[in-house]
T-cell receptor, first 117, second 109 residues
Framework: DTGVSQNPRHKITKRGQNVTFRCDPI?????LYWYRQTLGQGPEFLTY????????KSRLLSDRFSAERPKGSFSTLEIQRTEQGDSAMYLC???????????????FGQGTRLTVV | RKEVEQDPGPFNVPEGATVAFNCTYS??????FFWYRQDCRKEPKLLMSVYSSGNEDGRFTAQLNRASQYISLLIRDSKLSDSATYLCVVTGGGFKTIFGAGTRLFVKA
């Protein structure tokens, strides 16, 4: 399977615990994005990487959230001291650069559904 | 103002109807435009890219108006299987890919 892979698919955690999600993008894609999606809303941008560099982080993202892409391949998203409001689907997507500018289409993983109880 | 804004839904249409979705974007430096489809509890998947000259794929037609910063999607002869959420997607000048909130479509027999 050469698509985007996310692990785990589901995570239930107690409030206050830390959680970490992993995303393995399509190998030849150099851009990787994290989104959060709640019911009835579109994917909300969290952050993105070009290779190993984190180029932008949403202003909506609290400092409890951190993401890394240490070798420009897989990425991790960590949420510290989880709160009930963090419950959502966390989606990862990857793209590559289009020759005439912009991105190729984004391919998504199946997401990690987080439930904070 | 949101970076990408879409028509509020839901759209409820009978089979065979033609339905149009609109989307506006705020960043004039945006370079890539797409429509995605998302089924309930699934990840978004590409429906079609949107080109300046407009493009068609079967019953689906997408158009881009750069001057007005506006994108549209037209679905002709709606099928029950077209019921889904349609997401407008824009890649800005900084290569950040932004999604609209989505428009829900219900096609009924």
């Amino acid at each position: 399977d050469t698509g985007v892979s996310q692990n785990p698919r589901h995570k239930i955690t107690k409030r206050g615990q830390n959680v970490t999600f992993r995303c393995d993008p399509i190998s030849e894609h150099n851009r990787l994005y994290w989104y959060r999606q709640t019911l009835g809303q579109g994917p909300e941008f969290l952050t993105y990487f070009q290779n190993e560099a984190q180029l932008e982080k949403s202003r909506l993202l609290s400092d409890r959230f951190s993401a890394e892409r240490p070798k420009g391949s897989f990425s991790t998203l960590e949420i510290q001291r989880t709160e009930q409001g963090d419950s959502a689907m966390y989606l990862c997507a990857s793209t590559s650069i289009r020759g005439q500018g912009g991105n190729t289409e984004a391919f998504f993983g199946q997401g990690t559904r987080l439930t904070v109880v | 103002r949101k970076e990408v804004e879409q028509d509020p839904g839901p759209f409820n249409v009978p089979e065979g109807a033609t339905v149009a979705f609109n989307c506006t974007y705020s960043n004039s430096a945006s370079q890539s435009f797409f429509w995605y489809r998302q089924d309930c509890r699934k990840e978004p998947k590409l429906l079609m890219s949107v080109y300046s000259s407009g493009n068609e794929d079967g019953r689906f037609t997408a158009q881009l108006n750069r001057a007005s910063q506006y994108i549209s999607l037209l679905i002709r002869d709606s099928k029950l299987s077209d019921s889904a959420t349609y997401l407008c997607v824009v890649t800005g000048g900084g290569f950040k890919t932004i999604f609209g909130a989505g428009t829900r479509l219900f096609v009924k027999a």
